[in-house]
């Protein structure tokens, strides 16, 4: 059966859920480039342009650290998401166990066999140059002293996003972005410890954001208990490393990426021109502010719509979130169009001949942003659709065609190198929508580009409901019929429509004291095979319908209630700014 009309859904809630998440994590993803954009700040006017340099240069290693991060820390976060849509406790809390091991073991491996080859692995990054040898080695050798604590703190930060606070982590990475910038001027400028004191004002501001995100766990509103089951560990573990790959394999790639248009620059424009590429790196980490606060809500918010089953919503999701990406990097990339020697000042560019490159570097560059944010909008939707394999294929076909066009541009002429880095992004794009016409032709059911399904796979009603009593029983009224259609017992259908009476009234009388006309709330219901789920979200005031004792007094107060609670298996959670409520029907099993 198809599912009734996706007019009647609005994007009421969904928009203010993707606000509150998006401001939120866009201001804690700001707050973290920050850090990393002041070390190179600090490290270019009190050092030299040559440390920055320098400090680019292990970006590989980073991305590495990070890759781990997204094959466990990712993937287990969009699991979890799926499983607490799915109202699934046991398997979010076994989920979330097993990434916090695996992620620490990885970690805490990989960090002490680099930090062991540390002398060969600073020779590789820097193709041996004398000049940055010496301070990446440096640098690198106190990195690799808290990446497992870097790394564990942004899995535990997703995690904690996914739950629906994504304001905790605004100010755990705000507080560690401050005592970044604190300590790097104290560490470089006042104590002259040099470069490593970047690296160590990094460390111990991510020690301070993990301490305050812990509080998280320790509030009445969590959702993960630490539950450990040994014979299923690596099971759990290794779905998630799956789930991740995608994300995984492309935060790999670009450190491979990197590494190699690091040569393709220094063997074609020298110094200059990884300076300008350093530079032009600063706006990749923009790039990545928006995409961390943006697109990573699919991630989460997105999880948790494929959990409850609400095609229409991720439909919705998706379409502001490409909004969004579109108009934030429109607007960054009109502003380094305009004005690229803003940017160039603040890393301290030295030289005329190296402005120039920089100037023109940066105008070319911002014209990648757009298409690779969309791009990786498009891949994230595969993997959490199930298009498992598309998103590896598409993840390393995005890296790989911009090494292949840099390199190319730079073959035909050195100065053209940076024409690679857009026309990779327009490639990619084209690829996309070829790709996705071809599966559409063979599943019209799927959209092209974004491969939602036009329709749910079962029995479903998604519609919003003003907050009057009419729009209520209209609503009501819709139910009824739905369930009709459905062919649910009418037993069953009557006591449906007696706990959806009870909740829908209660939301219109008490959950918003003020302009209530501005306010929805959403109602999504999904005939199964054995059961019938019922989701009711709305915006108002904290209140939680499950009662530790079913009673009532003699005037009848909470008899409603009361009745829900002995009818359906109810939950309730309030995430984002809005309680959700769950209630699950089990149907009669006919003779």
Known sequence: MKSQE?????????AKALHQFMWASILASVASQIAMTTDAIVVSQFIGPEAISAINLTIPVV????????LFGMGGSVLVAKS?????????????????????VVGVFFSALLLIFSPQVASFITNDTPVVYTLSLRYLRIMLLGTTITILFSTITNFIKTDGNPKLVMKAVMVSSVINLILDILFIAVLKTGIEGSAWASIIGSV??????????????????WQVELKRCHEYIMKGVKMGFPMGINTLLLGVSTYAINSIILSNLGTDGIFAWA???????????????????????????IGEKDIVGLRILTNKVLKYICLCLLAITLFVMITPESIGWLFASNSSQSEGM??????IYALLLIPYAVAVVYRILYQILGYWSLSVVMSILQMGSMILFVGLTAWIKSEWLWWGFPVSGLFILIVYLVVTLFIHHKNPNAEVMTLIPHTDDGQSLNFSVKYNNDDVQQALDNILSFLETCDI????????????????YNIVTYAVNKDPDKHLFDVHIVC??????????????????????????????????????????????????????????YRKKTA
């Open 6 to 14: 996706e007019g009647k859904k609005k994007d009421y809630l969904i």
């Open 489 to 504: 017992e009418p037993s069953t259908s009557f006591q449906i429509n007696l706990c959806c009476e009870e909740l829908m």
């Open 208 to 225: 301070a954001a993990l301490v305050l995100c812990s509080r998280h766990f320790k509030s009445a509103n969590n959702s993960y208990h």
């Open 63 to 70: 991305i590495f650290f990070n890759f781990l991060m997204m």
């Open 358 to 363: 920089l100037h023109s570097a940066l105008r």
């Open 279 to 305: 530079v032009c790196f600063q706006l990749f980490i923009i790039l990545q502010m928006v995409l961390g606060g943006i697109a990573t809500s699919i991630y989460s918010i997105g999880g948790l719509l």
């Open 528 to 585: 199964h095979k054995d059961t019938v789920s019922v989701l009711i979200k709305d915006d108002g005031k904290p209140f939680n319908p499950i009662l530790k004792t079913v009673s009532f007094n003699e005037d009848g107060d909470g008899l409603g209630l009361a009745l829900v609670n002995t009818m359906a298996d109810i939950k309730y959670k309030f995430m984002y700014n809005q309680n959700v409520v769950f209630l699950t029907f």
């Open 84 to 104: 607490l849509g799915e109202r699934d406790a046991q398997t979010a809390n076994k989920v979330f166990t097993s990434t916090l091991i695996g992620l620490v």
